[in-house]
């Protein structure tokens, strides 16, 4: 059995994989566009750019696919846990998603770590960045 995570995308599917790769140090593996598969072209399928993707970061598979604009909705009600091994980790992770996306809480010491971001990254994605350290 496994467990990952799937994220709808509105058109940005690619973008934000490839951005995850490059600050992330995520490592993509498919990234199936409409063009290349079965699908057919429609109406139905305008604007779906992406129809799979993943990305693995550090051993944890992230999947995701851009959707009808009039069938996204943004991600709520979840964040992407990131648990790094240093403060500087957690401040340029954090740095990298902020940018044009929005901050949540930006990186600081709490009870339970020694420094700990909130951030929703300009693809809509939210995001916890968490020194275990």
């Given at each position: 059995?496994?467990?990952?995570?799937?994220?709808?995308?509105?058109?940005?599917?690619?973008?934000?994989?490839?951005?995850?790769?490059?600050?992330?140090g995520g490592k993509i593996g498919t990234m199936l566009?409409?063009?290349?598969s079965p699908i057919p072209a429609s109406s139905?399928?305008?604007?779906?750019?992406?129809?799979?993707?993943?990305?693995?970061?550090?051993?944890?598979?992230?999947?995701?696919?851009?959707?009808?604009?009039?069938r996204y909705e943004s991600p709520k009600g979840f964040c992407v846990l990131l648990g790094v091994d240093s403060e500087d980790k957690v401040r340029s992770h954090f740095n990298a998603l902020q940018v044009g996306g929005s901050v949540v809480l930006a990186p600081q010491r709490t009870f339970f770590s020694p420094c700990y971001a909130i951030v929703v990254d300009r693809f809509g994605v939210p995001w916890k960045i968490n020194c275990g350290a």
């Open positions: 059995m496994s467990l990952s995570f799937h994220i709808n995308f509105n058109g940005q599917c690619e973008e934000a994989f490839s951005f995850y790769a490059e600050n992330l566009r409409v063009k290349d139905e399928s305008h604007g779906q750019t992406i129809v799979h993707a993943n990305i693995c970061i550090d051993g944890v598979e992230l999947a995701g696919a851009d959707v009808e604009p009039d």
